[in-house]
């Protein structure tokens, strides 16, 4: 055989390398099968986002058609849409100008309310509390903005009292007034320490008109326990039972203090709560009670010594009778009797004047269910002075003013666009202006969230 002459393949072999071709060429058809599908999803979906913008966003070249057959520009009327409500920024812009049209400014729309007298302006944030003289000529307000003001109220219907401003180093969470008129005490919001100062004019230089300074300052006065927003009271000397004035302050969760009117710790007293919910002290200094997270009402008497020195707080006596935790308490000008609102739903006045140092309790002379919703409770309370038969209770920015002779609700006073802070009654009866009829009546003022203060007269019943 020649060396050059092709060995024929066998049929076998002939037969693998058909079945190996064709399985190569099947491979690759479905490999070029699968990469077609493959970007004709892709080109769906890429067109299918293209429509989509383009029907949320149309050509603002494109202009709408016109009607056929017609030479005008008019578009053709489509179907009718679904009206859309009204628009809140036009409706809230509307409101707006209608309050801007009225006569009386958005400050004064109380001054329609027949017992209203005044409107103190110049806070520039929320108000904790107030405080009056003891000769009802003046009121100190604590403001969210560090700054005590001092408004002389000797008119009472006067529209722009003067003012004196007092910068404080923090923000006030109370304020009364020291031994002399122009004098203020405050506590103040800690970090996260309480703070007390008494604040006076100063002469700082010779010849110059004297300024507000703080005359002295404690600090950490309830260790790092802050200190109750408005849970504070001070006595001058001239209104205390011993002669000697001072300031109470009270923590939300333990003790309360007090101070005299030179800065100098003289009393601890314990309510011994989960949580301090309130604070009143008698206008003479002689009672101080708490009203806590408990049902009960612990009051403490300030004992001093024959030479006048304080021998501390005592326990007096309790309030018991409650099926709930005390949300606040108020002593009467006179010392006789004791206001308390609980989440029971009742408030009870209390005959307090006993003599406890022979057991005797005090006694419930009105107990009614508070007029507020279910659930509600009053959150601020203050008797009226000797002779009005008044009390004062605050929910919310409402005020109701209460007969205690027999419980009635003599009037509903939706007083603040806020809640309310503190109510305080001026201690003696003021002029009214003459429009009002120039009579002599009780007065008192109460504080907001809302940056007001705003003065209200008693009614007649």
Sequence with gaps: MDAETA?????????????AGGSVLLFIGYLIYGLANCLYSIASILG?????????????????????????????????????GPDLKKLIKAEKSAAKKKNTPKEDQMATHDL?????????????????????QLLATACEDMILRLFDLSDVSNKNPKFKRVRTTRIPLGVGFGDSPDAVVATLRGTPDAMMAL????????????????????GNVHGKEPALLGGMASVPSDAAIGRRGFVVSLST????????????????????????????????????AAATFSSDVKIWEMKYSREGEFRGLIKAMGLTGHRSQVACVALSFDNSR?????????????????????SEDPKVVLSIPMPLPDGRVYQHLAFGPPGSDLLAASYEGTV?????????LLERIQAHEAPITSIRWCPLPKKMAAEAGGAVAFVFATSSRDKRVRVWRAPKF
């Design 400 to 408: 109701q003013l209460i007969n205690l002779k027999n419980g009635e």
């Design 338 to 358: 004791a206001a308390t609102a609980s989440k029971d739903g009742m408030l009870k006045i209390w005959n307090i004047d006993v003599r406890y140092e022979l």
């Design 116 to 136: 209203w007298v005044n409107t103190l302006k110049d806070h520039g944030d929320t108000v904790h509390g107030v405080a009056w003289s003891r000769d009802g």
């Design 199 to 218: 604040y006076q004019p100063i002469v700082k230089q010779p010849g110059e008109p004297p300024s507000y300074d703080a005359k002295w300052t404690v």
């Design 7 to 19: 060995v024929p393949l066998s049929q076998n072999s002939q037969i693998v390398l058909a079945v």
């Design 253 to 288: 969760k333990k003790d309360g203090k007090v101070y005299d009117l030179q800065g100098r710790e003289v009393a601890v007293f314990e309510p011994n709560a989960l949580a301090n919910h309130d604070l009143a002290v008698s206008s003479d200094g002689r009672f101080v």
């Design 48 to 84: 299918s986002t293209r429509n989509a913008k383009n029907r949320s966003k149309p050509s603002k070249q494109q202009k709408p058609a016109k009607a056929k057959g017609s030479d005008t520009d008019e578009p053709l009327v489509s179907a009718p849409t679904k009206e859309r």
